[in-house]
C-alpha cells in the first residue's frame, strides 16, 4: 500500500485533498521496528510525531524502580507524540514495539511548514490533540472512580467495539497486550485482574482460553462497567 493510502486514513490528515495528501506523503520517513524495541524514550528531545502503519505499540512510563505504568496502546492508522509539538519539546512518554511493525515519521521542520501553508492541518491537530486529551480525561476517571471489575469490563467493551467478531449473541475477542500490561494499563495488579476474569468466567459473563476472550453476556458486562 502507498504511503498517501494509509495516511489519508489517519484522524489527523482527513479531508485533505489529494494534492496536500501527496505533501504530506513526501515528508513522511517509513522506519520498521521490532518487538521490544524502543522508538523515543521519556524526556528525550522531540524530533517530530509518527503514525503507526503496522505492528502495534504502547506508550508508558517507567518508575525510579523499573515498573512499567502502560498509558496507551497505539493501534494502526493512529498518530502518536503530536503533543510533543508544544511544551518543553520533549517527549512525555516512552513508546515501544509490542509486535513488530513499521511507523511513519514526520520531522517537527517539515510539519510546521505544512501547517503554515494550510489551515486544515492545525484544525485537525487540534482535533487529534482533543481525542487525546479526552481519552486521557476518561482514563483518569476510571483509575479515580472505577473498581477493578468495572475497568475490565469497560476495557473489554471497548476491545469489543474496535476488534471482534460475533456470532449467535456471542462476541469474539483477543486481548491487545499481555495481561501483565493490561493489569498495568487499568491500575491494578496481575492478580487482581486474574481474579476478575476468574469471577466474571464464574458468573457466565466471558470464556476465557489464554488471551482469547468470548464475551457471552454483553448486557451484563455493560452493567458491571456502569454503562
Do not use: W
Not at 503533543?83 to 516512552?94: L, V
Not at 484544525?123 to 472512580?145: C, G
Not at 460475533?166 to 487482581?192: F, H, I, N, P, W
Amino acid at each position: 500500500m502507498e504511503n498517501k493510502d494509509i495516511i489519508k486514513k489517519a484522524l489527523l490528515f482527513s479531508g485533505l485533498d489529494d494534492e496536500y495528501l501527496a505533501e504530506v506523503a513526501a515528508i513522511a520517513v517509513r522506519r520498521p521496528f521490532a518487538k521490544g524495541e524502543t522508538l523515543f524514550t521519556e524526556g528525550e528531545k522531540a524530533e517530530g510525531f509518527y503514525l503507526l502503519a503496522s505492528g502495534a505499540l504502547k506508550l508508558c512510563k517507567i518508575s525510579p524502580d523499573g515498573r512499567e505504568k502502560v498509558l496507551h496502546m497505539v493501534h494502526p492508522i493512529e498518530t502518536f507524540a503530536e503533543a510533543a509539538f508544544f511544551g518543553d519539546g520533549r517527549y512525555p512518554a516512552e513508546a515501544r514495539g509490542v509486535e513488530k511493525g513499521e511507523v511513519f515519521f514526520f520531522s517537527r521542520g517539515a510539519f510546521m511548514g505544512l501547517l503554515e501553508r494550510n489551515p486544515r492541518f492545525s484544525m485537525n491537530l487540534i482535533a487529534s490533540l482533543s481525542m487525546l486529551l479526552r481519552r486521557f480525561a476518561h482514563q483518569i476517571e476510571e483509575l479515580s472512580f472505577a473498581d477493578a471489575p468495572a475497568r475490565v469490563a469497560s476495557y473489554l467493551i471497548e476491545l469489543a467495539s474496535r476488534k471482534s467478531t460475533s456470532y449467535q449473541g456471542k462476541t469474539y475477542l483477543e486481548l491487545d497486550m499481555r495481561k501483565g500490561e493490561l493489569a498495568s494499563r487499568l491500575g491494578t495488579v496481575s492478580e487482581t485482574l486474574s481474579r476478575t476474569f476468574k469471577k466474571m468466567k464464574d458468573e457466565g459473563v466471558i470464556e476465557m482460553d489464554g488471551n482469547k476472550v468470548t464475551i457471552m453476556q454483553m448486557e451484563k458486562l455493560r452493567m458491571i462497567a456502569g454503562k
